[in-house]
């Protein structure tokens, strides 16, 4: 088969490294993708939101399936437009259409699904800039910190976590009547903060079964401690040590069945991954968000975790059977340390030369923001430039061989956190 994954992160070399190992794939292509990628497929330079130029290169190139890493083509509607292509209707897009993808696209839609199907959130109401004065009632209903959160996409930056009221009321301020974000903020979503520890479930599903992935947990803050400002994503473990087997039967019966039921019920076809980003309050379960696609860092230890041929669970989400899918996880844990460009997440350079001292040695590295320059060397071209990711039997053991490792890659102005984990030491 021939398959054409959509983006150019860690997470697509991830998808490209792991599709590579099935026997039921004779090419990979990737678009726009980066050094690493075209190492185990072809490159194409197609931008994700370019249909169009999509439709074309499947066509020409024989593609069978397209995978859509990031959730930007999903909300624009990818999966309705090869629908009502005919010459690419028959082509599977992994993702969920336009109405699906809401769940990711719109905060306001996510939480009131959430609150129609009885699924653990946090109290929450939504308002538009006409409802100025209720919002400050209502914000003056809740505790400290506040949460206010833009309805749409705001590539990552839409949530904002205030510690005191005056502060809350300047920011909700600034983004209902000002557009701080501009229109993905013309709605906002106020809830209610929880106190308790992140994790995220990846989901996949054909809409009516499906397959509970390798959880884990992503370090966000560019700084040490989970300080600094918000990135991508520095790091991530999987499993998660407190996601033990009761903790993750909370989850299977409160969050995941009732969300494909709830899809079910809304008449919302979905086939794709669902990424869960949960709290976990004093042993309980509570959504923050649902993400209609794979994480990034996560899925660089997500994947690593199963022994199953991705390609299996990709044809049982595209064909309606995953309910069949033979699924094994791997017993060993998986680590990902994240090198990024000095300044990252604000400005930083690209271009920069990235060398190796030696070899690698057990681990994987999987290309996030590179490139290749005229003389065909490997160069930095983004802000998380690289995830090294490695096995252990436990977290820990896993990060020392991503640390070993990390080390001996060098760019200019290399950054990476040396505590990733340090917080499940404090549980
Ligand atoms: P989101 O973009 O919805 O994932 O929010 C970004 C981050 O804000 C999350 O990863 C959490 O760390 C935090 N957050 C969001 N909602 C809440 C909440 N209700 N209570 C506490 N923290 C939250
Ligand atoms: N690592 C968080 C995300 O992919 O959204």
């Known amino acids: 088969m021939h398959v054409l994954i959509l983006g150019s992160g860690g997470r697509e070399h991830a998808y490209a490294w792991k599709l590579a190992q099935s026997p039921k794939i004779s090419k990979l292509f990737i678009a726009p993708g980066n050094a690493g990628t075209s190492l185990v497929g072809e490159n194409l330079p197609i931008q994700v939101n370019d249909f169009d130029a999509i439709k074309k290169a499947v066509l020409e190139h024989h593609i069978d399936m397209v995978v859509v ?9 990818i999966v309705d437009y090869f629908l009502s292509n005919d010459d690419i209707s028959e082509v599977p897009v992994i993702g969920p259409g336009r109405e699906g993808a809401k769940l990711e696209g719109s905060k306001d839609f996510a939480k009131s699904f959430m609150a129609r199907h009885g699924i653990p959130t946090a109290r929450y109401r939504t308002f538009t800039k006409a409802q100025f004065t209720q919002a400050l009632d209502f914000l ?24 005191t009221f005056a502060h809350a009321e300047m920011e909700l301020q600034a983004m209902l009547m000002n557009e701080k974000f501009g229109a993905a903020s013309q709605k906002v979503v106020i809830e209610e903060f929880l106190k308790g520890i992140e994790l995220s479930v990846f989901v ?7 397959i509970i992935l390798p959880e884990a947990k992503d370090y966000k803050r560019i700084g040490e401690g989970d300080t600094g400002l918000n990135t991508g994503g520095m790091g991530a473990i999987s499993p998660v040590p407190f996601a033990d087997d009761a903790f993750m039967q909370k989850v299977k019966e409160r969050i995941v069945e009732p969300t494909i039921k709830g899809l079910q019920h809304d008449g919302i076809e979905y086939r794709g991954f669902i990424f869960i980003g949960l709290m976990n309050v004093a042993g309980d379960p509570y959504v923050i968000e649902y993400n209609v ?3 990034d860092p996560e899925t660089e230890v997500v994947f690593p975790r199963i022994q199953s041929d991705l390609m299996d669970i990709l044809q049982g989400i595209a064909n309606k059977n995953i309910g069949q899918v ?3 996880a791997d017993e060993r844990a998986a680590a990902t340390v994240m090198l990024v460009s000095g300044g990252y997440p604000e400005a930083y350079e690209k271009g920069k030369i990235i060398s190796v001292d030696g070899e690698i040695e057990d681990a994987v590295v999987f290309h996030a923001g590179t490139a290749l320059n005229e003389d065909g060397q490997e160069v930095t071209n983004g802000g998380r430039v690289m995830a090294v990711t490695a096995y252990g039997s436990d977290y820990k053991d896993a990060l020392k061989k991503c640390y070993k490792n990390a080390e001996k890659i060098n760019f200019e102005g290399k950054y ?8 499940l030491d404090l549980l």
């Open 293 to 295: 696609r794979m994480g």
């Open 326 to 328: 033979k699924y094994h």
């Open 69 to 77: 890493g990031p959730e930007d083509p999903l909300v624009n509607g």
């Open 140 to 163: 003056n209903e809740l505790e400290p910190p506040y949460v206010l959160k833009a309805d749409g996409l705001a590539a990552g930056k839409g949530v904002l976590i205030p510690e």
């Open 416 to 423: 990476y956190r040396k505590d990733i984990g340090f917080d």
């Open 204 to 210: 996949a599903t054909d809409g009516k079964d499906y």
